[in-house]
């Protein structure tokens, strides 16, 4: 056996410009289905990231019903959700942990000389464990700051980089729709999300306070929306129906009527990204293979050719001893060594076009071990496969007429 690994390589290497051209097919086939994979496994891991930072076991509540008597109708239409009826579903659900109910609203915000356009999320302290924001300086809202209306801020950090430079902004006065507000902190950088928004340009006020001073509904009691945490992700659904039913009360619903309200959990945003992030890889990866049996394709020609130029050589192999079983063995060898070199060359260029693209185009790559496997494996499947019948051919030679070959 080692005799023929050794015949294989040396007759590689004796052609080896024919012998490295015919491989870029592999090589490339190689890269590119380890580089789309991998865009389409960082994708799938930086949403996920995105998702999991909201949690599995939350739900999220909106005023207005997405169908009302047949009519589709957007996510804040028609009635209203209160601060009240947060804190009744905080106070009375007992599989809800934490709550954030939410008055949203940009504004522009000045500090001295300086202005930005930034958005303002009045909220309560729930709102800082529920999206998992911390305190690089200073502190966070407490209950008391929205008991009490507090004119307190809380600067995400590309907001106190936009107003105050290099300047320490605690417990300056910046003003807000021209309200002076108290700076109490500043959130440590969580960075932009996937979907794009920037998750360090944002101010957090009382949601009392922005009610009051900031909303520019007509009600005062009125929210925009509510995060609201279960005690475990088992205990969705059941936290689901624990805050419909509440609210179906409060809100005086009907038995058979809409509600008035609509609620989401992430739970169903998790399977619908695994199955769209799913289909994705696995389109750019069979995208990408495609070019792997371009290659095997190529290898199968240079393979017949070389039977054809080495005709005599194995007429001369099989008069003097050779089995038609080490001729087949021989050739199939020298295609699976082609595709292999190929695949290990294709790997390294595919791991470097991963890192290329996450460092040029900004775009989350991942390696995984199981694409790197695949890759290998489908290229020593292409070399034995497309190698076959040119190995075939060649056994099949009867010596006479091998010998006769010109």
């Not at 209950?143 to 290099?166: H, I, P």
């Not at 945003?269 to 394709?297: D, F």
């Not at 194995?314 to 020298?334: C, K, P, T, W, Y």
């Amino acid at each position: 056996m080692f005799e023929v690994f050794h015949t294989a390589v040396s007759s590689l290497w004796a052609n080896r410009t024919r012998s490295v051209l015919t491989m870029l097919g592999v090589v490339i086939g190689v890269a590119a289905v380890i580089a789309m994979v991998a865009v389409g496994s960082g994708a799938s891991a930086q949403m996920a990231d995105v998702v999991s930072g909201f949690g599995v076991n939350m739900i999220m509540i909106r005023p207005g019903a997405p169908n009302q008597g047949g009519v589709r109708m957007g996510a804040g239409s028609g009635a209203r959700l209160t601060l009240s009826d947060i804190e009744a579903i905080e106070q009375e659900c007992w599989s809800i942990k934490a709550v954030a109910p939410q008055v949203n609203t940009g504004a522009q915000v000045i500090y001295e000389n300086r202005n930005w356009s930034t958005s303002v999320t009045g909220t309560t302290a729930g709102f800082f464990e529920i999206r998992d924001y911390q305190a690089e300086f200073g502190r966070v809202l407490d209950d008391e700051d929205a008991r009490s209306a507090a004119k307190a801020a809380v600067l995400g950090s590309t907001v106190a980089k936009e107003l105050f430079g290099g300047m320490d902004p605690l417990g300056r006065s910046i003003r807000i729709r021209n309200i002076p507000f108290e700076v109490v902190g500043v959130l440590a950088a969580k960075g932009q999300s996937a979907m794009g928004p920037d998750q360090d340009d944002i101010i957090v006020v009382p949601i009392t306070t922005a009610q009051r001073r900031l909303s520019r509904s007509s009600f005062a009691d009125s929210i925009n929306m509510a995060f609201v945490q279960a005690r475990d992700v088992s205990m969705i659904d059941s936290a689901m129906d624990e805050v419909a039913g509440l609210l179906r009360q409060r809100h005086r619903i009907p038995q058979g009527s809409d509600d008035d309200f609509s609620l989401g959990n992430m739970t169903e945003a998790v399977n619908s990204l695994s199955q769209t992030t799913r289909v994705m890889t696995l389109l750019l990866g069979s995208v990408a293979s495609i070019s792997l049996i371009v290659g095997g394709i190529g290898i199968m020609n240079i393979m017949l050719v070389s039977v054809t130029e080495r005709t005599r050589e194995i007429g001369v192999r099989m008069a003097i001893g050779a089995r038609a079983s080490d001729i087949r063995i021989q050739f199939l060898l020298e295609a699976v060594l082609l595709s292999l070199l190929g695949g290990l060359a294709g790997i390294l260029l595919g791991y470097g076009a991963s890192v290329g693209i996450s460092q040029i185009l900004k775009w989350p790559t991942l390696v995984s071990g199981g694409a790197v496997a695949l890759a290998a494996g489908f290229s020593c499947f292409v070399g034995v496969f497309f190698g076959f019948y040119p190995a075939w051919k060649a056994s099949a030679l009867h010596p006479i007429d091998a010998l006769r070959f010109e």
